[in-house]
């Protein structure tokens, strides 16, 4: 299944409005006021196609395919994703060096994606994929926030469920996501998303554990 691009992922239809209406250098208080409206309707659709279309990767319903095109998508998603975790940071045990942790956690798989998929010849997706991974991955952080906030040195038998239903879970998001922007079987989606994951885990314990 292909996965849509555009030659102009950041425009939105305001901004085409805009260009097109400043030729005279300046801008009518109503033209101000509908290119403003224009921007929020825009933004707000955008909100709730990603909202649900993230949902439904994380129900494996949809895959990254489906995610809105463009670079403004892709900067929400990884937007919530700091969020999330910042607010996973703040409930919970704090690392050390939270903040180049937070960076690596970024780059690495922004890199690794870029990576694998222009390996792979299919570079052209790497927003919408990117786009998935940061919105589920930051989805799952927003769920297991109970578990971190109510965290102990011995967790109940309950607690450790639920913390390995979510991980499990991740694993299975991301190989369905690497199997539709790789376009090969679920097994292989899941060897991608694993070998990244232990990547992605010893470059952060070992850069950040240096800083």
């Not at 409005?17 to 659709?45: D, K």
């Not at 991301?174 to 922007?181: F, K, L, P, T, V």
Request: hydrophobic share 55%; with cysteine; aromatic share 8%.
């Amino acid at each position: 299944m292909a996965i849509i691009s555009t030659s102009d992922p950041g425009a939105s239809p305001a901004k085409a409005w805009r260009a097109r209406s400043t030729g005279s250098g300046h801008n009518s208080p109503r033209q101000s006021t509908v290119l403003a409206g224009a921007e929020l309707f825009f933004m707000s659709e955008l909100i709730t196609r990603l909202i649900r279309t993230t949902m439904n990767i994380a129900l494996l319903k949809q895959g990254p395919q489906d995610m809105p095109p463009g670079t403004v998508a892709l900067m929400l998603a990884v937007s919530f994703y700091v969020v999330a975790v910042c607010l996973s940071f703040s409930l919970g045990r704090v690392p050390d060096h939270a903040l180049a942790t937070v960076l690596l956690s970024i780059s690495l798989p922004a890199l690794s994606t870029a990576i694998v998929l222009w390996v792979c010849r299919r570079s052209q997706r790497w927003p919408q994929t990117l786009a998935a991974l940061f919105a589920s991955g930051g989805l799952l952080t927003v769920l297991s926030i109970p578990l971190s906030a109510g965290s102990s040195a011995q967790p109940g038998l309950l607690a450790a469920l639920a913390g390995l239903t979510i991980f499990v879970w991740s694993f299975a998001i991301d190989a369905h996501i690497w199997r539709h922007a790789l376009d090969v079987s679920f097994a292989a989606g899941l060897a991608v998303a694993a070998i990244l994951f232990f990547v992605s885990i010893y470059f952060i314990s070992t850069i950040a554990g240096t800083l």
